[in-house]
């Protein structure tokens, strides 16, 4: 059974930073593109990040870039995104899931087939 267990969201004053990790079980982390993304009330779901398994490529969306860094870890089949200098407008639900198929998922994570539950970011100012 597929399972994506996220954790390490909190509360951060703005500027600070978090790392949030994507547990997996039922699958290995570096056979699939694993995708971060994430929801604001009353905002549509984003895209993140994301890592392919099919050539270790990342993605990363315009209002992140630079300042989170997503990572897989084998030994521990988690999948991590490091978030620094962050703002308030980083405050969301941040979630993590799975592309099966790798090729249709492409660089962006599209497609994903399994979602966490779902861990809260919030940025005080």
């Known amino acids: 059974e597929v399972q994506l267990v996220e954790s390490g969201g909190g509360l951060v004053e703005a500027g600070g930073s978090l790392r949030l990790s994507c547990a997996a079980s039922?699958?290995?982390?570096?056979?699939?593109?694993i995708g971060w993304f994430r929801q604001a009330p009353g905002k549509e779901r984003e895209g993140v990040s994301c890592i392919s398994s099919s050539d270790g490529s990342t993605y990363y969306g315009d209002s992140v870039k630079g300042r989170f860094t997503i990572s897989s870890d084998a030994a521990s089949n988690t999948v991590y995104l490091q978030m620094n200098n962050l703002v308030p407008e980083d405050t969301a639900v941040y979630y993590c899931a799975v592309a099966v198929d790798v090729v249709r998922a492409g660089p962006y994570c599209n497609d994903v087939d399994y979602w966490g539950q779902g861990t809260q970011v919030t940025v005080s100012s």
């Open positions: 039922g699958f290995t982390v570096d056979d699939y593109a």
